[in-house]
């Protein structure tokens, strides 16, 4: 199974990817981990969801997604540990930021077209280190949590 591991400042996040579901997205995301393009960026929100990405950086992808996978089968729900393609409202698919599901938001299965699940925590170890990026910086212990590196596994 493919995977990848964002290390954080407060430990390591292993994700498997879902090809199965949204095989685009996953190629798209693959190619953005290997560019390197995620060192160095950070968790930046936390309410229902927890999310990445390149925001508040001077750093960009290359391009954006051009598919939203979302109703291709088999369809997979937003639900707690799950990582979809964050976007705005559709046409756009999405580009370089993703968010971990903090718990089931089967709304956004639907919300503006739909969020794209590409991947999902593996184990309990990773989801003991999502819990604890959320807590952080929905506590304002930290306004939010370092990425050092996303690696593929």
């Known amino acids: 199974m493919a995977r990848f ?29 290997k560019s390197q393009l995620f060192d160095g960026v950070t968790f930046y929100r936390s309410d229902f969801v927890i ?3 390149t925001h508040g950086t001077s750093k960009k ?7 939203n ?3 291709k089968a088999p369809k997979v729900s937003n639900t707690r540990g799950t990582a979809a ?8 698919c999405g580009n370089s930021e ?7 938001n089967g709304h956004l299965d639907d ?3 739909g969020y794209c699940v590409f991947a999902e925590v593996a184990d ?22 370092a990425v050092k590196t996303v690696r593929l596994a």
């Open 98 to 104: 993703f968010f971990i599901n903090l718990k089931s």
């Open 5 to 33: 591991t964002i290390a954080t400042e407060l430990g390591d996040i292993t994700m498997n990817f879902r090809p199965d579901a949204a095989p685009e997205s996953v190629a798209y995301y693959t190619d953005l981990i």
């Open 124 to 145: 309990d170890a990773s989801f003991a280190v999502v819990d604890k990026i959320a807590a952080a910086i929905a506590s304002k212990q930290k306004p939010s949590v």
């Open 85 to 92: 393609i964050a976007h705005w409202d559709v046409p756009d």
């Open 51 to 53: 999310q990445m990405g």
């Open 69 to 71: 996978e979302t109703h």
């Open 111 to 113: 919300a503006y077209g």
């Open 61 to 67: 992808a290359p391009k954006d997604l051009h598919v």
